[in-house]
């Protein structure tokens, strides 16, 4: 199973980019890259996915490498409901369904 | 749509007790996961139903903890008996078989005494 690694904690100022990236160097050919966050005493959020190409959303841009070996989740104008845990997830699959296993993720901090 | 609803929002019980914990997916999703969040551990999926059957238990750590769906709108995670390590938030989330996204509840936090 691919693994990823974050840096524990980033800080943003509030309307500045946050770009925040996830090492995913042992990954395989069909695995995606998905990115969810959770905010404090909520559930996780889905924010977006992506294979190889560069995707982007409502909510945010997802840049793989062109090696797939790492990527870099970007929130264009982050605010202040942006301060989250921020989970880089490799799917893998196991049982015929696509597990996704959560890591340590990274904490971002968006101050005003 | 209200999203996926869990209840109740908090549970404090004592070491021995029964705990039942609950879950109402969105409704057309027919994959439903429950999933546990430690500091410790952090998030890890305990059991996973698609079409109201088990699919993939191996997250359950033991026997005291078993899951059921008797239908496609409501799931249960019962403890017996609780102990102090089982304290925790338990989410519950939801998706299409596709599972390009899955839409997880606000979670029940359990503290057993």
């Not at chain 1, 309307?15 to 990236?21: H, I």
């Not at chain 2, 519950?92 to 599972?99: L, V």
Request: aromatic fraction near 10%; glycine fraction near 6%.
């Amino acid at each position: 199973d691919a693994k990823t690694t974050q840096p524990p904690s980033m800080d943003c100022a509030e309307g500045r980019a946050a770009n925040l990236p996830c090492n995913h160097s042992t990954i395989s050919g069909n695995e995606y890259v998905y990115w969810y966050r959770q905010i404090h005493s909520q559930g996780p959020q889905y924010i977006i996915h992506g294979l190889k190409n560069n995707e982007t959303n409502e909510m945010a841009s997802l840049i793989i490498t062109e090696d797939r070996k790492s990527s870099t989740l970007i929130l264009p104008h982050a605010t202040l409901r942006d301060t989250a845990v921020y989970y880089c997830i490799v799917r893998v699959a196991s049982t015929g369904f696509q597990k996704l296993v959560f890591g340590t993720g990274t904490r971002l901090l968006v101050s005003p | 749509d209200a999203g996926v609803i869990q209840s109740p929002r908090h549970e404090v019980t004592e070491m021995g007790q029964e705990v039942t914990l609950r879950c109402k997916p969105i409704s057309g999703h027919n994959s439903l996961f429950w999933y546990r969040q430690t500091m410790m551990r952090g998030l890890e999926l305990l059991i996973y139903f698609n079409n109201n059957v088990p699919i993939d238990d191996s997250g359950m750590p033991e026997d005291r903890f078993s899951a059921k769906m008797p239908n496609a709108s409501f799931s249960t995670l019962k403890i017996q008996p609780s102990e102090p390590r089982d304290s925790a938030v338990y989410f519950c989330a939801s998706s299409f078989p596709s599972e390009t996204e899955q839409f997880f509840g606000p979670g029940t936090r359990l503290t057993v005494l």
